[in-house]
């Protein structure tokens, strides 16, 4: 309930199609209802539309939710439906197989979720189950996006937007860890972890803060198994 007003409107590049994000918020003014219309580029009484012709728009996969930010797109029929909360994790042979426990580095390239004050949504996380030992990067709901260890963390220190595409570089070793992010600056500092004790990577998600899901895209993550070094990094974030 309430009038809706304000937000604002975004356009994802997803590869193979464009995903359109429009957000309103509750004033609470006192209206019960919400009107979504999309138009052909030619007008409305322009005449019949279709995929080839010029100025036309081709709409599938329309989602109303309810919420504090977007979540990923659940396809549906003529019911509404759930699905569990995105999130992908490697243990066993299948991380132990290619994690260096003694130094590596992580690129990847995300869309940075809506901006929420003392949020952290995590990108990925590498722990052991009682997960006293870590290495992660996150977004922080200040709006950085940020590296560390469970002794420590640094910040990218650039600052970054609610849905904004960041490429982000980081990497661990027995010297400290270091981000790079979109090309700019390389930040360090001297923070380590038991590296030999994590047996686990979850992305998306990290298995001690399980309310800080990222609730937006990672197009890709890349692993490496030594230190990039800051050329590296600045011109794979480029």
């Known amino acids: 309930t309430g009038a809706l007003t304000g937000g604002g409107v975004a356009v994802e590049d997803k590869g193979e199609y464009w995903r359109f994000i429009g957000i309103v918020t509750n004033n609470s003014n006192g209206n019960t209802s919400l009107s979504v219309s999309i138009y052909p580029a030619a007008g409305v009484y322009a005449g019949a539309d279709s995929v080839t012709a010029t100025g036309s728009n081709v709409i599938f996969g329309a989602q109303l939710e309810a919420g504090a930010f977007v979540t990923s797109y659940i396809p549906t029929t003529s019911a509404s439906a759930t699905r569990a909360v995105d999130i992908a994790a490697m243990t066993g042979t299948n991380f132990s197989s290619w994690f260096n426990t003694t130094q590596g580095s992580f690129f990847y390239?995300?869309?940075?979720?809506?901006l929420i004050p003392l949020t952290y949504p995590r990108i990925f996380s590498c722990s052991n189950?009682?997960?006293?030992?870590?290495?992660?990067?996150?977004?922080?709901?200040?709006?950085?996006m940020?590296?560390?260890?469970?002794?420590?963390?640094?910040?990218?220190?650039v600052a970054v937007t609610s849905l904004q595409r960041v490429k982000v570089a980081c990497t661990?070793?027995?010297?400290?860890?270091?981000?790079?992010?979109?090309?700019?600056?390389?930040?360090?500092?001297?923070?380590?972890?038991?590296?030999?004790?994590?047996?686990?990577?979850?992305?998306?998600?990290?298995?001690?803060?399980?309310?800080?899901?990222?609730?937006?895209?990672?197009?890709?993550?890349?692993?490496?198994?030594?230190v990039l070094t800051d050329s590296q990094m600045q011109a794979l974030t480029t």
Do not use: H, M, W
């Not at 006293?132 to 996150?138: G, K, L, P, Q, V």
């Open 109 to 114: 390239i995300a869309y940075v979720p809506y």
């Open 129 to 144: 189950a009682a997960y006293s030992s870590y290495f992660y990067s996150y977004v922080n709901g200040s709006g950085t």
């Open 146 to 157: 940020r590296v560390g260890t469970d002794a420590g963390e640094q910040s990218g220190v």
């Open 172 to 226: 661990y070793s027995s010297t400290g860890i270091k981000i790079c992010v979109n090309g700019n600056t390389v930040y360090s500092a001297a923070y380590t972890s038991t590296y030999s004790l994590l047996d686990k990577l979850t992305i998306g998600q990290s298995t001690l803060f399980g309310s800080n899901s990222l609730s937006n895209s990672i197009t890709k993550i890349t692993y490496y198994p030594t």
